[in-house]
């Protein structure tokens, strides 16, 4: 063969050589490929098998087949792989590439992004959240607490709405005897009465806002107190004598509208429309606050029974007023303030006590606390006083242009104690023009003198069950005559005896039952009583 033809040949199988290297190249920089994915992480060894299978199955569909006519990998090929088959992942080296899970891997991926752009999304947002978070523009509603009612914090107010609701159906029945001026007793009407009335308390819805602003405290108090029976206002407005006629309707005691500003170093000054401090506690610590107790007129019920007023204590009303409350300190706390003065008023009628309509100055009234625990007593005691200036008194006797005046003084002291199931109370009062019943009722006589009172109550309480409470109270109201008169059918003295037991069916609802036994007697002969049984319901929130 000669040189020339040589070279042709050799030449020839290089190109044959050179034309099949890029295909098996390819081969191999691919799997090289899969190599490094899989090494760096980013496929999975489920994902590594397939698309290596896939690989092989359609870059070697020419390769010799094995005895069972099945098409081998390349040995350096099948190594790699089984670095990560069967053995591993449970699948078939020869299995054909599975279209649906290499579509599944890919749509897994597809969703993996969105996640991650929704949880940067996410991200984002909350810090655009904290970013322009303001406090002032939330609303959220504080955690209930039984009896105080529900509080809505809006931003930097606190917004407080409680009350009750009472109805008991009462049974009076008169043990006779003559009617006694300035008495409490219905005795001497004749006739028993029933009724569905309101107790000492009526209805009542209360709210309250709170807030502070510049480091003082602010709030303001509105106290909504509707009757169930018919309104029939005169002298007494709300509590006048109702109207047991038909298309009648209820009426509303709007007893509370004030505000308060103060801080807890320098104290709180309240200016509006609250209960008084002469007596306060005397009728707040009454256990017929829940109930009935006396009820006065029952044939024509008020917007409230008397409970314990005008048997034990003077009751201590509702007044104008702007007062001061001191910081505690070591638990004791103290208040004063000027109210807007009232009139002695005529409550016995014919004429026996005389009346007064000008005041140039007001009413002065204050009050000292201390709670504490003594002996092992959660102990409370308190003492009040009241002054006020009665102008150009009126009266049959001294004519409408006496100019004759006088000063009313009175002072009250009380304890309460409390120890496991027991609760105590015992209060005393005394006057000197202060009258009877409500302020300055029968205070000063016809003659322009004034006429000296006292009273008191004692009162005990045990729960004999987690839920079942009874009590037992008795109280007195004493009105003296004025030096040099002589009126028999004046008030000297009303009293009463209270049983009643309380079952709280939950937080909110009390069942009450409940007796009590008023008498009045005058300076003379006059004498009446009368016997009332009640049962009912409290609810509170």
Known sequence: MSLCRLSLLGSTFCVAVLSALPTIARADDYTELLDILRAKGSLSRSEYNVLLSHHQHHAHPSLQRDDDGTSPAPARHRNR??????????????????????????????????????????????MEARRTYNPDSIVRVKPYVAGKGVTIQAGQIDINISGFVNAYYTYNSPSGGRPVAGGVSTGSSGFDSSSVRNGLLPGGLILKLNTVQEGIKLGAVFGMYPGINNNDPSTFNANSGGSP????TAGLDFRQVFMTAGTDELGTVKL???????????ILNDATLLSVGSTGSNANPANTSLGRIGVGYVYTDWLPQITYISPKWKGFQASVGVMTPLDEFNFA????????????????????????????????????????HQQNLTSATLGSSSRKGTTVEAGDVGVKLSRGPFEGVAYYYY?????????????????????????????????????????GSYGVS???????EDNPSMVRRNQSEVGAIY???????????????????????????????SAGAMMTF
């Open 81 to 126: 792989y089984m670095r990560y088959g069967p053995q591993n992942e449970g699948s078939s080296l020869d299995a054909p590439p599975d279209v649906t899970t290499i579509a599944a891997v890919s749509a897994a991926r597809r969703a993996a992004m969105e996640a991650s752009a929704s949880a940067q999304d996410a991200r984002n947002s909350l």
């Open 245 to 248: 006629v038909g298309l009648g």
């Open 272 to 282: 509006g429309r609250d209960i008084a401090l002469f007596a306060s506690d005397a």
């Open 349 to 388: 009628g014919g004429g026996l006590s005389a009346t007064t309509t000008q005041h140039s100055s007001p009413m002065l009234q204050g009050k000292v606390t201390y709670d504490g625990n003594i002996a092992g007593f959660t102990t409370r005691f308190w003492s009040s006083f009241l002054v006020q």
């Open 431 to 471: 006057g000197s023009g202060l009258g009877t019943t409500g302020l300055f009722f029968d205070g000063v006589s016809a003659e322009g003198r004034k006429r000296n009172s006292e009273g008191y109550y004692v009162q005990a309480a045990y729960k004999i069950l987690p839920r079942l409470k009874i009590v």
């Open 478 to 484: 004493n009105l003296y005559q004025a030096p040099g």
């Open 503 to 533: 079952y709280n069916l939950t937080d909110w609802f009390t069942l009450v039952g409940e007796y009590a036994h008023t008498e009045s007697d005058a300076h003379g002969i006059a004498h009446e009583s009368d016997h009332t049984m």
